[in-house]
């Protein structure tokens, strides 16, 4: 408990440093949240075989098309262990899309894909998930989610310095409100890495 209000009161103390994000936008953002995770192995129509990391996050405004979606990130770190014991470090970045239906629901679901290929049955050891906004040139982080460990972002990148040599992408899809069949998802989209 005592980390939670640590982080909360770093978060809001560092929303308000840097300067741009109004009171009533700070208000607004503590109601984003990483509403859940699931890992899981998955075979495309080709049989190539992926471990999967699902982030579903969540926006619990009134208007969420208020904010501007286009500078909200996911910056992911993960760690793949595959059947002799070796670790590798995944990472990656990317930014929400910009064009969101006007009845979006405020729920959003992150899928970064992790390929196989030639390594045997690799799972997820570690991640640490952080989602946020820019604010001009700056990061800053709503809701982070870490695995296990408090410090699994600096373990995982202490620990794993080999690179995953897989086909790594992230993809991504939110619900909106259709007239016609009631709350939908959206159509599935490759989401591009920043830097």
């Excluded at 899981?40 to 699902?54: G, M, V």
């Excluded at 070796?86 to 990317?94: C, D, E, H």
């Excluded at 899309?97 to 894909?113: I, N, R």
């Amino acid at each position: 408990m005592k980390y939670y209000i640590l982080l909360a009161v770093f978060f809001t103390s560092h929303l308000l440093a840097v300067g741009e994000l109004s009171k009533d936008n700070l208000k607004r953002l503590r109601d984003v949240e990483i509403a859940g995770i699931r890992t899981d192995t998955w075979k495309n129509k080709d049989r190539e075989k992926y471990e999967t990391l699902e982030i579903n996050t969540f926006q619990s405004e009134d208007d969420p098309l208020n904010y501007d979606m286009s500078r909200f990130r996911m910056r992911l770190v993960v760690e793949l262990t595959d059947k002799q014991k070796k670790t590798y470090l995944v990472q990656f970045a990317g930014k929400a899309p910009e064009d969101y239906d006007s009845e979006y629901q405020g729920e959003d679901y992150w899928t970064l894909y992790m390929a196989h290929g030639d390594l045997e049955r690799l799972s997820v050891s570690g991640h640490a998930i952080q989602y946020g906004i820019m604010d001009d040139e700056t990061f800053v982080p709503l809701a982070e989610e870490m695995d296990h460990y408090d410090d699994v972002l600096d373990r995982v990148r202490a620990r794993t310095t080999r690179l995953f040599p897989g086909k790594i992408y992230l993809r991504h899809y939110y619900m909106y409100d259709d007239s016609n069949d009631g709350v939908t998802e959206s159509v599935p989209s490759n989401i591009r890495a920043i830097k």
